[in-house]
């Protein structure tokens, strides 16, 4: 059987690059939200715009709602930078059972805020379409977690393990856990932890 090069199909530099602007783009919108709540101004988009030195028509393609943007700035000044989470020497499984612990432990403490949060984040705009879209703060960490493992995988597989670890580190699969299931602190942990092992197994990881 003819062994599969991880390595043929990179993600493409231009896709890479687009993906980087947005995270930025918004990084500097929630930036400059927060710079405005910490000197008592009024939240709404058109000064948003005006502080992060940034059109307004951008700004609406990013957010619609002044007080989810509000309410993300302020979360997203909380979320701790992967160096702080993500141990040193470290092999590609423990970094990544790392992070899917830091973000049970922020859900808890945020847990309130991120219900709003979410609430906010699904309803329908006039198009129908959500009012704004959230952004995906798990998946930078996770592609940080995982770089020892980076060529060992190829770009293709890592953005599928990334997405995948991603999905089962979300606040909606905690609330899922906790409401629906009906499970406490230690079974959510329990659970939560043999998904994540379950799937990094599958791409080799251990």
């Known amino acids: 059987m003819?062994?599969?090069?991880?390595?043929?199909?990179?993600?493409?530099?231009?896709?890479?690059?687009?993906?980087?602007?947005?995270?930025?783009?918004?990084?500097?919108?929630?930036?400059?939200?927060?710079?405005?709540?910490?000197?008592?101004?009024?939240?709404?988009?058109?000064?948003?715009?005006?502080?992060?030195?940034?059109?307004?028509?951008?700004?609406?393609?990013?957010?619609?709602?002044?007080?989810?943007?509000?309410?993300?700035?302020?979360?997203?000044?909380?979320?701790?930078?992967?160096?702080?989470?993500?141990p040193e020497g470290a092999s590609a499984c423990e970094r990544a059972q790392a992070v899917h612990r830091y973000w049970l432990s922020f859900y808890r403490a945020m847990e309130n805020r991120l219900r709003i949060l979410a609430a906010r984040a699904i309803e329908p705009g006039s198009?129908?379409?959500?009012?704004y879209r959230r952004v995906a703060r798990r998946l930078p960490m996770f592609l940080e977690a995982l770089a020892p493992a980076r060529a060992e995988l190829g770009e293709k597989r890592l953005k599928e393990l990334v997405s995948a670890l991603a999905v089962v580190s979300g606040f909606e699969n905690y609330i899922v856990m906790k409401d629906i299931l009906q499970l406490d602190a230690k079974r959510i942990d329990a659970l939560s932890e043999t998904i994540l092992d379950a799937i990094l197994e599958k791409y080799g990881i251990g």
């Open 2 to 86: 003819k062994r599969q090069n991880n390595q043929e199909q990179p993600v493409p530099t231009a896709d890479r690059e687009r993906l980087g602007q947005k995270l930025r783009t918004r990084r500097d919108l929630l930036a400059a939200a927060r710079a405005l709540i910490d000197r008592g101004s009024e939240i709404n988009l058109a000064v948003v715009a005006d502080e992060a030195s940034i059109s307004r028509a951008t700004v609406y393609r990013y957010f619609s709602d002044p007080a989810a943007l509000a309410l993300e700035a302020v979360l997203d000044g909380m979320v701790a930078v992967p160096e702080n989470i993500i």
């Open 127 to 131: 198009d129908g379409a959500p009012r």
